[in-house]
């Protein structure tokens, strides 16, 4: 069976008509979460019998997990093994071999699920594919992705509304463009924006700023637009914050790094006349395509050539910081005095 869609995935919960084997995973882990409750209480019921519900997480041995899959029901209508992120990137060859093959061997009315509602495997990331690959020659594979823009407004919406209250399209794109677009925390944003609004009909645009807290990219890419437009005190303070509220100097530029090289994609395509919907095309954006505009108006005023050496300055502290070993805190200090340096004798 392929890759399936949530509605496909629904329409099999409703007529309970169960894959062997399913694979439910993604960036929106949300969906995740929910989409294995309801898939595992559909097979198991809502009070699954000790008898036909077995579980596993984390460190799965293959073994007792084929010993699970291949019990027969007894006193339910399907035998359920739910097994929850797994650290697939911590296995064994020999364990997965074993794994993959429990996929193939599963006793008729034993249904395998297999989700990752929160752990995502960091190293070898290839043998989580392989297990996806597998599994979807068996059963069904599921991937939850972040929703597009648009939707994630509904999401905000709909929310605001069983709290009471209305939202505006602009009070909502300004939550997302401050939070991200991880539903779990657009929704506890959501509620507190509404709490917040009191006897207020309308969730006020004034309090996202004053009670919703920036994810680390939307720091770091005002931190960026600081040090572009020359505001030295302002870029320091926003990097004492992020030092402040202990944010890993790696990720700090490792994000700076997306938004100089957006800023660079965007200022090379002006020059040669292509449009930003090429570039996001060309470069797989996607959700992210919103980044380009925001590049290009944070750079106005700085030239091509110090763009170039803002990227040159980004790239040598990640390459000292991952070869030598150096005080993190000191060499992100160092660079963004360095980036306002260029930023400044760039100015056009």
Request: charged share 25%.
């Amino acid at each position: 069976m392929p890759v399936i869609t949530q509605k496909e995935l629904e329409k099999q919960i409703k007529q309970r008509a169960f894959s062997p084997v399913y694979v439910i995973y993604g960036s929106e882990q949300m969906y995740v979460s929910r989409f294995t409750k309801k898939l595992t209480e559909a097979v198991a019921g809502k009070n699954p019998s000790e008898f036909g519900f077995h579980t596993f997480s984390g460190e799965v041995d293959p073994d007792t997990l084929a010993s699970a899959v291949g019990v027969v029901p007894f006193m339910s209508e399907y035998n359920c093994v739910l097994v929850t992120d797994v650290f697939f990137d911590e296995m064994r060859k020999d364990e997965l071999d074993k794994l993959k093959a429990v996929f193939s061997h599963t006793v008729q009315g034993t249904v395998l699920i297999l989700s990752m509602p929160s752990y995502v495997p960091k190293r070898n990331k290839s043998t989580f594919e392989s297990i996806v690959k597998r599994a979807a020659k068996d059963g069904s594979v599921i991937r939850f992705e972040q929703p597009d823009p648009r939707t994630l407004e509904k999401h905000i919406a709909k929310w605001a509304n069983e709290n009471g209250k209305f939202i505006t399209q602009n009070t909502a794109l300004r939550l997302m463009r401050v939070c991200g677009t991880d539903l779990n925390r657009l929704k506890n944003e959501v509620d507190k924006l509404c709490a917040y609004a009191g006897d207020s009909e309308e969730v006020p645009y004034e309090a996202i700023d004053l009670l919703v807290a920036q994810n680390l990219e939307a720091r770091v890419f005002s931190l960026s637009d600081a040090v572009l437009a020359g505001k030295g005190d302002e870029a320091f303070n926003i990097l004492q914050q992020l030092f402040n509220q202990k944010e890993s100097a790696q990720m700090m530029l490792y994000v700076l790094a997306n938004a100089f090289t957006d800023a660079y994609r965007v200022r090379v395509a002006d020059e040669s006349g292509a449009d930003l919907k090429t570039v996001a095309e060309d470069f797989g954006y996607g959700k992210r395509s919103f980044a380009l505009g925001k590049a290009r108006t944070a750079t106005r005023q700085v030239s091509t050539e110090a763009l170039r050496r803002c990227l040159d300055a980004v790239a040598d502290a990640d390459s000292r910081m991952k070869s030598v070993s150096v005080n993190e805190r000191l060499l992100v200090e160092q660079l963004i005095a360095r980036l306002l340096l260029i930023a400044k004798e760039g100015r056009r």
